[in-house]
Nanobody
């Protein structure tokens, strides 16, 4: 069993930046990938970033060029750098593992206009 704990969320003005962290209780090296998802009120949870074990990344068009995912295997931590934030980025952000699936509890991000 692996526990994921997200942090770094908060309230920011449009155009601002936030850096989310996802700390795992065990090694993330064994997972085939790590990802960040978000869920806004009344909407389905959606993927916003993926990083594979080899460092390959993938983003949807809605965040491409603004969000950057990275991983530090030594610290068992995955990061999501979010720049040029927009009000539509407001959501609860979750960390997820691939291979064996685990989810974090989420961290709230609110972007004011």
């Amino acid at each position: 069993q692996v526990q994921l704990v997200e942090s770094g969320g908060g309230l920011v003005q449009a155009g601002g930046s936030l850096r989310l962290s996802c700390a795992a209780s065990g090694s993330i090296f064994s997972f085939s990938g790590m990802g960040w998802y978000r869920q806004a009120p009344g909407k389905q949870r959606e993927s916003v970033a993926f990083i594979g074990s080899g460092g390959n990344t993938n983003y949807p068009d809605s965040v491409k060029g603004r969000f950057t995912i990275s991983r530090d295997n030594a610290k068992n931590t995955v990061y999501l750098q979010m720049n040029s934030l927009k009000p539509e980025d407001t959501a609860v952000y979750y960390c997820k593992t691939y291979g064996r699936t685990y989810w974090g509890q989420g961290t709230q991000v609110t972007v004011s206009s």
